[in-house]
């Protein structure tokens, strides 16, 4: 079956359409659905096209699934910043409910993604070097946000950075999700977090 291919006016635009076909294709299908011929279709190009831009279909698929992953994260430093922005002060509490909890609302459909992005990250090598980069400039962003934290705690109040670098940034909540009715609870985990994140 020929494909009908459009005019792009920039590789700015192809790369876009293309992505924007392939991240369809993934949410549509699942990542083992995604097909090389169905993105060039959507997104009006033909595969030499795309391969051209994004050299292989682990190219592209990393291009999409590192997009995903970090909306995800977008969407947890948007609410960070809409509970804890401003320069006021502060308490351990504030802290502890701008951390996303295992069952919020949006964290299954984010433990989903994430699961899927971690899966293929072990046999993509182009995304796990993108995912390394783009966790390391989210642990930045994280490290940036402590400094701004412990300037408006009380005085007597340390924060653990460790606890915040490896339990809460590095945690992942997709085991959790398959526990069932062992898993550990929203008001667990706050608890937990309100007991460790000040240094003694």
Known sequence: MAISTIHFDSELEA?????????????????????????ARIAGCSVTLMYRYFGSRDGVLAEVLLQ???????????????????????????IVACIPMPHSETSQKQHE??????????????????????MRARRA??????????HRLPAEVKLDRDIFTVLIFNVNFQYNDLMGDDAVTNEQYAALLRRLIVRE
């Open 68 to 94: 995903l992953y970090e909306e995800s994260f977008a969407e947890i430093y948007a609410l960070v910043l809409e509970r804890l922005g401003g320069t006021g002060p502060v308490v351990v509490d504030d």
């Open 15 to 39: 790369r876009s359409r293309i992505i924007e076909a392939a991240r369809e294709e993934v949410l549509n299908r699942g990542i083992l659905g995604l097909r090389v011929v169905n993105i």
């Open 141 to 150: 962003m994280l490290s940036k946000v402590l400094d701004e934290l412990e």
């Open 113 to 134: 993604i994430r699961s899927q992005v971690l899966a293929v990250a072990g046999t993509n090598p182009i995304l796990r070097t993108k995912l390394s980069a783009s």
